[in-house]
């Protein structure tokens, strides 16, 4: 290995060895909701944004930024879910409801200048039941940031039948396993096998893939 390539590779491998996983992981995952956007847009596909497990409200406000960046925010509602308290069952070692509770009132109360959004607590085997969320009609976008299997089933068996054709749904932590062997991959692909899908991209530990039917 000669020493300009020696050096490249130094370089190189101590940025990626040293800088911080999250913010890596949170970079690619902001690169793909503008890349989703931009071909919802591109497509002029109709329906409503919704997230799954928004935690503090990072990947909310940038998808709400980036749809207001493509003139597509007066038309959608952007609808955000978390029940802000963890997860209904513990069975993975990081995914733990001490990880990742967070305070409603603070997200909310940064949302509320967004007209078009709205705010739904609960676990989804509840809150996916509301009179709200039944009556959504078409979804063109769907990010399912849920982390476990258990609340992934509640979120696909509701998607399967508000998606647009053409929409996007894309999945965080697609084939993270628990204690119990389960993952959210295999949640996705038994609840959509009746719909037509093709993977769309894929971004650190998620996947993309778009409803064709």
Not at 5 to 21: E, G, Q
Not at 30 to 57: P, S
Not at 181 to 187: C, D, F, P, T, V
């Amino acid at each position: 290995m000669g020493l300009t390539l020696r050096l490249k590779t130094f370089i190189l491998s101590f940025f990626t060895r040293n800088f911080n996983d999250v913010n890596f992981h949170n970079l690619e995952k902001f690169m793909q909701i503008k890349k989703i956007w931009f071909n919802i847009y591109l497509d002029d596909i109709q329906g409503d944004y919704i997230e799954f497990g928004i935690f503090k409200g990072k990947s909310l406000y940038h998808s709400i930024k980036v749809a207001k960046k493509l003139k597509l925010y007066n038309r959608t509602t952007f609808w955000g879910l978390d029940s802000f308290m963890g997860f209904p069952v513990e069975n993975h070692d990081f995914y733990t409801s001490e990880n990742f509770k967070t305070s409603k009132k603070t997200v909310e109360k940064f949302f509320s200048k967004y007209k078009n959004t709205k705010i739904i607590e609960g676990f989804f085997s509840q809150s996916l039941k509301s009179a709200q969320l039944k009556d959504i009609k078409n979804i063109s976008f769907a990010f399912v940031d849920c982390d476990i299997y258990e609340s992934a089933e509640e979120v696909f068996k509701y998607l399967n039948k508000k998606m647009s054709i053409g929409s996007f749904v894309m999945i965080d932590d697609f084939t993270s396993i628990d204690k119990n062997g389960n993952y959210i991959a295999k949640s996705f692909f038994d609840n959509f096998s009746n719909r037509d899908i093709i993977q769309f991209d894929i971004y650190s530990n998620g996947q993309t893939f778009r409803v064709m039917n």
